[in-house]
Nanobody, 125 residues
């Protein structure tokens, strides 16, 4: 059973930066597609970045974070990152990482089988 734990959230001012981490453990499969989502109270959870498996294509970003956020991962430590630059007050949200396994060579894309508990990001003007 995969377990995901986010960290790195906090409070920053506009134009500041933060790097979120998502530590994964209990891997059952060899590879996973990884995601970052965010959610604010009363709104639907928004997918902001996707990191596909090797050979699966370039990372995907929502228009709201494109050119400011970068998703990456370090395989040796099973850690997913989200580097967030040029932060805006509208980036304030709880940020979650999620994962889908690759089963028999097929990534279970967009099923969001595993979730972390979230880390809060607050950007003040």
């Amino acid at each position: 059973q995969v377990r995901l734990e986010e960290s790195g959230g906090g409070s920053v001012h506009t134009a500041g930066s933060l790097r979120l981490s998502c530590a994964a453990s209990g891997y059952d499969y060899n590879d996973y597609c990884m995601y970052w989502f965010r959610q604010t109270p009363g709104k639907e959870r928004e997918r902001v970045a996707v990191l596909y498996t090797d050979g699966g294509g370039s990372p995907w970003y929502s228009d709201s974070v494109k050119d400011r956020f970068t998703i990456s991962r370090e395989d040796a430590s099973h850690t997913l990152y989200l580097q967030m630059n040029s932060l805006k007050p509208e980036d304030t949200a709880m940020y979650y990482c999620a994962a889908d396994p690759v089963v028999a060579g097929t990534p279970l894309l967009y099923e969001y089988n595993y979730w972390g508990q979230g880390t809060q990001v607050t950007v003040s003007s």
